[in-house]
């Protein structure tokens, strides 16, 4: 079992930035992929970027493409996502997940989830 926990979010203006990060209760295997997902009020939960845990490939959305980088510190166990030249569009709940083997887009093959965290761009 896999316990995540985000923290980070908040109220920025746009064009401001944010990290988000995911604590994992256990120590990463390399058989694992983690990702960032959001959900806006009204519209699907959608990957926002993912990563193999061990690998250094990683895949964003095309809406995030240079603004957020995904990375991961295996020492803390810990998942980042730094956001910057936030836009009114990105406001949602970000939620990190993993799974067993590669990353996957679509959020119902992610087994183990973070409860969210806020993030509201507006001014």
């Known amino acids: 079992q896999v316990q995540l926990v985000e923290s980070g979010g908040g109220l920025v203006q746009p064009g401001g930035s944010l990290r988000l990060s995911c604590a994992s209760s256990?120590?990463?295997?390399?058989?694992?992929?983690m990702a960032w997902f959001r959900q806006a009020p009204g519209k699907e939960r959608e990957l926002v970027a993912g990563?193999?845990?061990?690998?250094?490939?990683?895949s964003y959305t095309n809406s995030v493409k240079g603004r957020f980088t995904i990375s991961r510190d295996s020492d803390k166990n810990t998942l980042y996502l730094q956001m910057d030249s936030l836009k009114p569009d990105d406001t949602a709940v970000y939620y990190c997940a993993a799974r067993l083997g590669g990353l996957a887009r679509n959020w119902n093959e992610y087994a183990y989830w973070g409860q969210g965290t806020q993030v509201t761009v507006s001014s």
């Open positions: 990563r193999h845990w061990t690998s250094d490939g990683t």
């Open positions: 256990r120590r990463a295997e390399s058989s694992y992929s």
